[in-house]
């Protein structure tokens, strides 16, 4: 599975736990496949072309709802190109720094992702076995 580490400070030093499956929000009048493509194209820098399994829908512990796809994908992890964006920082210093909204993205066995990813993302990982499995 291909996971991604989120940008910016409040991730910079999280790693087991953090890993996430690469989204974002739909928006108004798009399709969620077509929202997961665009996600694809900007924190990943790839075009998917391959069709999209639909993996179902779960929400994140903070409330977040997120709708997963699969897809057979040759991405190599050196090539990562995500776009960026813009926060305060540091907090209250009236300065604004741009971070990358994915810093690094890795494949990863199911054991492994197990622990290094997001917990309230993991049951996409059953839900990815058992597409893969043809059950």
Known sequence: MLLVHPGGPFWARKDVG??????????PGERE????????????????????QPLG?????????????????????DKLRSITFEMEWPPRSGQKAQFPEVDAAR???????????????????????ALLKGT
């Not at 665009?38 to 999209?52: M, V, W």
């Open 18 to 27: 953090a890993w996430q499956i690469a989204k974002g929000e739909v928006e």
């Open 33 to 52: 496949e077509d929202a997961a493509r665009r996600e694809a194209r900007e924190e990943l820098g790839i075009d998917i072309d391959a069709a999209l």
């Open 57 to 77: 829908e779960l929400l994140q512990k903070g409330g977040k709802r997120v709708t997963a796809f699969a897809c057979p994908l040759t991405f190599d992890p």
């Open 107 to 129: 494949w990863m066995e199911t054991a492994q992702a197990e622990v290094m990813m997001l917990e309230s993302q993991r049951p996409l990982l059953v839900r990815l076995e």
